[in-house]
Protein backbone atom coordinates (compact mmCIF):
# COMPACT_ATOMS: atom_id res chain seq x y z
CA UNK A 1 0.00 0.00 0.00
CA UNK A 2 1.21 3.33 -0.59
CA UNK A 3 1.96 5.43 1.80
CA UNK A 4 1.08 9.16 1.68
CA UNK A 5 2.07 12.32 3.77
CA UNK A 6 -0.03 13.35 6.57
CA UNK A 7 -3.22 15.78 6.19
CA UNK A 8 -1.27 17.88 9.14
CA UNK A 9 1.36 19.46 7.05
CA UNK A 10 -0.43 19.14 3.63
CA UNK A 11 -1.21 22.62 3.32
CA UNK A 12 2.59 24.07 3.04
CA UNK A 13 3.62 21.13 0.61
CA UNK A 14 5.09 22.00 -2.66
CA UNK A 15 6.05 19.64 -5.12
CA UNK A 16 9.20 19.73 -4.83
CA UNK A 17 8.93 19.23 -0.93
CA UNK A 18 6.77 16.53 -1.08
CA UNK A 19 8.94 14.69 -3.60
CA UNK A 20 11.37 14.91 -1.39
CA UNK A 21 9.64 13.73 1.47
CA UNK A 22 8.50 11.18 -0.27
CA UNK A 23 11.67 9.29 -1.09
CA UNK A 24 11.33 9.76 -4.52
CA UNK A 25 15.09 9.58 -6.25
CA UNK A 26 16.98 13.08 -7.02
CA UNK A 27 17.13 13.06 -10.47
CA UNK A 28 13.12 11.51 -11.33
CA UNK A 29 12.09 14.27 -8.66
CA UNK A 30 14.28 16.96 -10.79
CA UNK A 31 12.90 15.68 -13.81
CA UNK A 32 9.08 16.10 -12.80
CA UNK A 33 9.68 19.21 -11.17
CA UNK A 34 11.04 20.10 -14.92
CA UNK A 35 8.07 18.74 -16.72
CA UNK A 36 5.29 20.65 -14.16
CA UNK A 37 7.04 24.13 -14.80
CA UNK A 38 6.74 23.62 -18.85
CA UNK A 39 3.01 22.98 -17.90
CA UNK A 40 3.38 26.97 -17.05
CA UNK A 41 4.79 27.66 -20.87
CA UNK A 42 1.96 25.52 -22.44
CA UNK A 43 -0.71 27.13 -20.46
CA UNK A 44 0.83 30.11 -21.30
CA UNK A 45 1.23 29.39 -25.19
CA UNK A 46 -2.97 28.53 -25.29
CA UNK A 47 -3.25 31.31 -23.58
CA UNK A 48 -1.49 33.32 -26.10
CA UNK A 49 -3.12 31.70 -28.95
CA UNK A 50 -6.32 32.70 -27.55
CA UNK A 51 -8.24 29.16 -29.38
CA UNK A 52 -6.51 30.69 -32.91
CA UNK A 53 -3.60 28.60 -33.23
CA UNK A 54 -5.26 25.61 -35.04
CA UNK A 55 -2.67 25.63 -37.93
CA UNK A 56 -3.66 28.63 -39.77
CA UNK A 57 -1.63 31.25 -40.91
CA UNK A 58 -1.49 34.27 -38.48
CA UNK A 59 -2.42 38.41 -39.08
CA UNK A 60 0.53 38.63 -40.82
CA UNK A 61 0.73 35.55 -43.29
CA UNK A 62 2.69 33.78 -41.61
CA UNK A 63 2.58 29.92 -40.73
CA UNK A 64 1.82 28.99 -37.09
CA UNK A 65 2.60 25.76 -35.41
CA UNK A 66 -0.83 24.11 -34.07
CA UNK A 67 -1.01 23.95 -30.31
CA UNK A 68 -0.59 20.36 -30.26
CA UNK A 69 3.14 21.07 -32.10
CA UNK A 70 4.11 24.12 -30.48
CA UNK A 71 3.45 22.16 -26.72
CA UNK A 72 5.95 18.96 -28.38
CA UNK A 73 8.39 22.16 -28.88
CA UNK A 74 8.43 23.18 -25.69
CA UNK A 75 8.69 20.09 -24.25
CA UNK A 76 11.42 18.66 -26.43
CA UNK A 77 13.56 22.03 -25.72
CA UNK A 78 13.03 22.13 -22.12
CA UNK A 79 13.81 17.99 -22.05
CA UNK A 80 17.14 18.30 -24.23
CA UNK A 81 18.40 20.94 -21.48
CA UNK A 82 17.23 19.31 -18.51
CA UNK A 83 20.24 16.49 -18.30
CA UNK A 84 18.27 13.75 -17.13
CA UNK A 85 16.41 12.50 -20.38
CA UNK A 86 17.93 10.19 -23.28
CA UNK A 87 15.44 9.72 -25.66
CA UNK A 88 11.87 11.42 -25.96
CA UNK A 89 9.03 10.11 -28.00
CA UNK A 90 5.81 12.06 -28.41
CA UNK A 91 2.59 11.81 -30.12
CA UNK A 92 3.75 14.59 -32.44
CA UNK A 93 6.68 12.99 -33.51
CA UNK A 94 7.23 10.03 -35.93
CA UNK A 95 9.72 8.35 -34.61
CA UNK A 96 11.72 8.54 -31.05
CA UNK A 97 14.14 10.92 -31.12
CA UNK A 98 17.51 11.39 -28.86
CA UNK A 99 17.45 14.59 -27.00
CA UNK A 100 20.57 13.36 -24.30
CA UNK A 101 24.50 12.27 -24.40
CA UNK A 102 23.66 8.99 -24.04
CA UNK A 103 24.38 8.23 -20.58
CA UNK A 104 21.39 9.90 -18.89
CA UNK A 105 19.02 7.62 -17.30
CA UNK A 106 15.21 8.56 -18.19
CA UNK A 107 13.24 8.32 -21.52
CA UNK A 108 10.18 10.19 -21.72
CA UNK A 109 7.07 10.12 -23.70
CA UNK A 110 4.34 12.79 -24.36
CA UNK A 111 1.06 13.50 -25.48
CA UNK A 112 1.89 17.24 -25.33
CA UNK A 113 -1.74 18.37 -25.78
CA UNK A 114 -4.54 16.40 -25.00
CA UNK A 115 -8.18 16.95 -26.42
CA UNK A 116 -6.80 19.65 -28.99
CA UNK A 117 -10.01 19.54 -30.63
CA UNK A 118 -11.63 20.67 -27.81
CA UNK A 119 -9.40 24.12 -27.53
CA UNK A 120 -11.73 26.32 -29.63
CA UNK A 121 -14.91 25.41 -26.95
CA UNK A 122 -12.19 26.12 -23.97
CA UNK A 123 -12.89 22.80 -22.68
CA UNK A 124 -10.11 21.40 -20.59
CA UNK A 125 -7.47 19.65 -21.77
CA UNK A 126 -4.23 18.43 -20.74
CA UNK A 127 -0.36 17.08 -21.58
CA UNK A 128 0.46 13.41 -20.58
CA UNK A 129 3.31 11.78 -19.76
CA UNK A 130 5.54 9.08 -18.76
CA UNK A 131 9.09 8.40 -17.31
CA UNK A 132 10.64 5.01 -18.09
CA UNK A 133 13.79 3.76 -17.32
CA UNK A 134 14.66 1.65 -19.97
CA UNK A 135 14.49 2.71 -23.23
CA UNK A 136 10.87 3.00 -25.19
CA UNK A 137 9.53 0.07 -26.81
CA UNK A 138 11.97 -2.09 -24.29
CA UNK A 139 10.45 -5.87 -25.45
CA UNK A 140 8.91 -7.57 -23.01
CA UNK A 141 9.28 -5.50 -19.58
CA UNK A 142 7.02 -3.03 -18.20
CA UNK A 143 9.98 -0.25 -17.75
CA UNK A 144 7.31 3.16 -16.02
CA UNK A 145 8.56 4.51 -12.80
CA UNK A 146 6.89 7.66 -12.96
CA UNK A 147 3.73 9.59 -14.78
CA UNK A 148 2.19 12.50 -14.59
CA UNK A 149 -0.34 14.46 -16.02
CA UNK A 150 -1.32 18.40 -16.17
CA UNK A 151 -4.46 19.62 -17.05
CA UNK A 152 -5.42 23.12 -17.90
CA UNK A 153 -8.86 24.28 -16.81
CA UNK A 154 -10.72 26.44 -14.58
CA UNK A 155 -7.52 25.90 -12.62
CA UNK A 156 -4.05 24.48 -13.59
CA UNK A 157 -3.51 21.27 -11.84
CA UNK A 158 -0.54 18.26 -11.53
CA UNK A 159 -1.27 15.02 -10.45
CA UNK A 160 1.51 12.88 -10.56
CA UNK A 161 2.69 9.16 -9.54
CA UNK A 162 6.32 7.78 -8.81
CA UNK A 163 5.87 4.32 -7.13
CA UNK A 164 4.78 6.09 -3.71
CA UNK A 165 1.16 7.09 -4.20
CA UNK A 166 -0.56 9.39 -6.55
CA UNK A 167 -0.83 13.17 -5.92
CA UNK A 168 -2.68 16.12 -7.19
CA UNK A 169 -1.37 19.90 -7.07
CA UNK A 170 -3.01 22.82 -7.70
CA UNK A 171 -0.95 25.69 -9.50
CA UNK A 172 -1.52 29.19 -7.07
CA UNK A 173 -0.87 32.11 -8.06
CA UNK A 174 2.35 32.70 -7.02
CA UNK A 175 3.24 30.31 -9.53
CA UNK A 176 3.87 27.04 -7.10
CA UNK A 177 2.27 23.80 -7.10
CA UNK A 178 0.78 23.14 -4.26
CA UNK A 179 -0.29 19.86 -2.43
CA UNK A 180 -4.34 19.47 -3.06
CA UNK A 181 -4.64 15.79 -2.28
CA UNK A 182 -2.23 13.54 -1.39
CA UNK A 183 -2.30 10.00 -1.98
CA UNK A 184 -5.52 9.48 -3.64
CA UNK A 185 -7.24 6.38 -3.02
CA UNK A 186 -10.28 5.12 -4.81
CA UNK A 187 -12.65 3.41 -3.29
CA UNK A 188 -13.87 -0.04 -4.19
CA UNK A 189 -17.07 1.40 -6.54
CA UNK A 190 -17.94 4.92 -7.79
CA UNK A 191 -20.76 6.43 -9.40
CA UNK A 192 -19.74 7.82 -12.73
CA UNK A 193 -19.14 6.72 -16.14
CA UNK A 194 -17.48 8.12 -19.34
CA UNK A 195 -17.93 6.33 -22.69
CA UNK A 196 -15.94 7.09 -25.86
CA UNK A 197 -16.70 5.83 -29.17
CA UNK A 198 -19.63 5.69 -31.28
CA UNK A 199 -23.01 4.10 -29.56
CA UNK A 200 -24.04 2.26 -33.36
CA UNK A 201 -19.52 0.26 -33.29
CA UNK A 202 -20.10 -1.05 -29.88
CA UNK A 203 -19.47 -4.27 -29.55
CA UNK A 204 -22.02 -6.61 -27.72
CA UNK A 205 -20.42 -7.65 -24.99
CA UNK A 206 -19.90 -3.48 -23.99
CA UNK A 207 -23.05 -3.00 -24.80
CA UNK A 208 -24.99 -5.22 -21.91
CA UNK A 209 -21.90 -3.51 -19.80
CA UNK A 210 -23.01 -0.15 -20.43
CA UNK A 211 -26.62 -1.01 -20.34
CA UNK A 212 -25.69 -2.78 -16.62
CA UNK A 213 -24.27 0.61 -15.47
CA UNK A 214 -27.42 2.51 -16.53
CA UNK A 215 -29.38 0.42 -14.49
CA UNK A 216 -27.37 0.70 -11.68
CA UNK A 217 -28.15 4.68 -12.56
CA UNK A 218 -24.54 5.70 -12.89
CA UNK A 219 -24.08 9.31 -13.90
CA UNK A 220 -22.82 10.17 -17.14
CA UNK A 221 -19.61 12.38 -17.47
CA UNK A 222 -18.05 12.79 -20.80
CA UNK A 223 -16.20 15.64 -22.08
CA UNK A 224 -14.45 13.97 -24.77
CA UNK A 225 -10.85 15.00 -23.66
CA UNK A 226 -8.92 12.19 -21.73
CA UNK A 227 -7.38 14.24 -18.84
CA UNK A 228 -10.44 15.90 -17.69
CA UNK A 229 -12.50 12.88 -18.39
CA UNK A 230 -10.07 10.43 -16.55
CA UNK A 231 -9.33 13.04 -13.74
CA UNK A 232 -12.61 13.31 -12.37
CA UNK A 233 -12.85 9.56 -11.77
CA UNK A 234 -9.40 10.15 -10.28
CA UNK A 235 -10.69 12.98 -7.81
CA UNK A 236 -14.16 11.62 -7.21
CA UNK A 237 -12.32 8.63 -5.73
CA UNK A 238 -14.06 6.14 -8.42
CA UNK A 239 -16.39 5.07 -11.25
CA UNK A 240 -14.89 4.01 -14.78
CA UNK A 241 -13.65 5.68 -18.05
CA UNK A 242 -13.79 3.68 -21.49
CA UNK A 243 -12.71 3.95 -24.82
CA UNK A 244 -13.51 0.74 -25.98
CA UNK A 245 -12.91 -1.54 -29.55
CA UNK A 246 -15.07 -0.17 -31.80
CA UNK A 247 -16.30 -2.85 -34.71
CA UNK A 248 -14.88 -0.79 -37.37
CA UNK A 249 -11.47 -0.20 -35.24
CA UNK A 250 -11.00 -2.95 -32.85
CA UNK A 251 -8.07 -1.29 -31.15
CA UNK A 252 -10.14 1.64 -30.04
CA UNK A 253 -8.62 4.91 -30.34
CA UNK A 254 -6.52 5.55 -27.20
CA UNK A 255 -2.87 5.28 -28.04
CA UNK A 256 -0.97 2.85 -25.42
CA UNK A 257 2.50 4.27 -25.29
CA UNK A 258 1.36 8.15 -25.06
CA UNK A 259 -2.02 8.15 -23.21
CA UNK A 260 -2.78 5.09 -21.64
CA UNK A 261 0.14 3.50 -19.95
CA UNK A 262 0.83 6.63 -17.64
CA UNK A 263 -2.82 6.93 -17.12
CA UNK A 264 -2.65 2.97 -15.94
CA UNK A 265 0.27 3.83 -13.91
CA UNK A 266 -1.48 6.76 -12.19
CA UNK A 267 -4.55 4.82 -11.01
CA UNK A 268 -2.60 1.65 -10.01
CA UNK A 269 -1.16 4.37 -7.69
CA UNK A 270 -4.58 5.16 -6.78
CA UNK A 271 -5.59 1.29 -5.87
CA UNK A 272 -7.55 1.67 -9.46
CA UNK A 273 -7.45 -0.73 -12.10
CA UNK A 274 -6.90 -0.29 -16.59
CA UNK A 275 -7.10 -2.99 -18.71
CA UNK A 276 -8.21 -3.42 -22.21
CA UNK A 277 -10.93 -5.78 -21.18
CA UNK A 278 -8.78 -9.15 -20.70
CA UNK A 279 -5.21 -7.93 -19.48
CA UNK A 280 -3.75 -4.86 -17.06
CA UNK A 281 -2.35 -2.11 -20.18
CA UNK A 282 0.72 -2.12 -18.24
CA UNK A 283 1.18 -5.80 -19.13
CA UNK A 284 0.60 -5.05 -23.01
CA UNK A 285 3.34 -5.15 -25.10
CA UNK A 286 4.58 -2.08 -26.61
CA UNK A 287 4.92 -3.14 -30.85
CA UNK A 288 4.99 0.56 -32.18
CA UNK A 289 4.87 4.36 -31.24
CA UNK A 290 0.94 4.57 -32.35
CA UNK A 291 0.00 1.72 -31.18
CA UNK A 292 -3.99 1.94 -30.06
CA UNK A 293 -5.95 -0.12 -27.51
CA UNK A 294 -8.92 -0.24 -26.01
CA UNK A 295 -8.93 0.74 -22.52
CA UNK A 296 -11.42 0.65 -19.19
CA UNK A 297 -9.69 2.08 -16.85
CA UNK A 298 -11.12 3.49 -13.43
CA UNK A 299 -12.13 1.86 -9.68
CA UNK A 300 -11.87 -2.17 -9.58
CA UNK A 301 -15.32 -3.07 -8.98
CA UNK A 302 -16.32 -1.42 -12.68
CA UNK A 303 -13.28 -2.86 -14.86
CA UNK A 304 -13.64 -6.23 -13.40
CA UNK A 305 -17.84 -5.68 -13.99
CA UNK A 306 -16.52 -4.81 -17.65
CA UNK A 307 -14.24 -7.71 -18.00
CA UNK A 308 -17.01 -10.58 -17.25
CA UNK A 309 -19.48 -8.79 -19.63
CA UNK A 310 -16.91 -8.85 -21.87
CA UNK A 311 -15.92 -12.13 -21.47
CA UNK A 312 -19.72 -13.69 -21.64
CA UNK A 313 -20.71 -11.80 -24.76
P1 LIG B 1 -5.62 13.97 -28.95
O1 LIG B 1 -6.23 15.33 -28.85
O2 LIG B 1 -4.31 13.88 -28.19
O3 LIG B 1 -5.52 13.45 -30.35
O4 LIG B 1 -6.58 12.92 -28.16
C1 LIG B 1 -7.98 12.99 -28.26
C2 LIG B 1 -8.59 11.80 -27.58
C3 LIG B 1 -8.91 11.94 -26.11
O5 LIG B 1 -8.66 13.16 -25.51
C4 LIG B 1 -10.37 11.62 -25.99
O6 LIG B 1 -10.60 10.70 -24.95
C5 LIG B 1 -10.74 11.04 -27.32
O7 LIG B 1 -9.78 11.46 -28.24
C6 LIG B 1 -12.09 11.54 -27.75
O8 LIG B 1 -12.48 10.89 -28.90
P2 LIG B 1 -13.94 11.11 -29.55
O9 LIG B 1 -13.83 12.46 -30.22
O10 LIG B 1 -14.06 9.95 -30.48
O11 LIG B 1 -14.96 11.10 -28.43
MN1 LIG C 1 -4.46 12.46 -26.75
MN1 LIG D 1 -2.39 15.05 -28.50
Redesign the pocket.
Known amino acids: MAEGISDYTKFAIDLRRHMWKAGVEIELRRLIWQIAVMGKYISAKIHESNRKLAGFKNIYGEEQLTL?RSADEILKNHLEDSGFVREYAS?EREAIIQIGQGGEKYFVTA????????VDTNLA??T?IGIHKEPILTEGRETLVAAMYIMYGPLITMVYAAGKGAHEFVLNREGEYVLSEDNIRLKERGDIYSL???RSEWTPGHLKFVEYLEKESYKLR??????P??NQVLIKRGGI?T?PALKENPRG???LL??LQPMAFIIEQAGGMATDGKQDILSIKVENLNQRCPVYIGSRFEVEKAKEFLAAA
Open positions: DEDPLDGSSLIGIGGLYSGGFVDFFYKLRFE
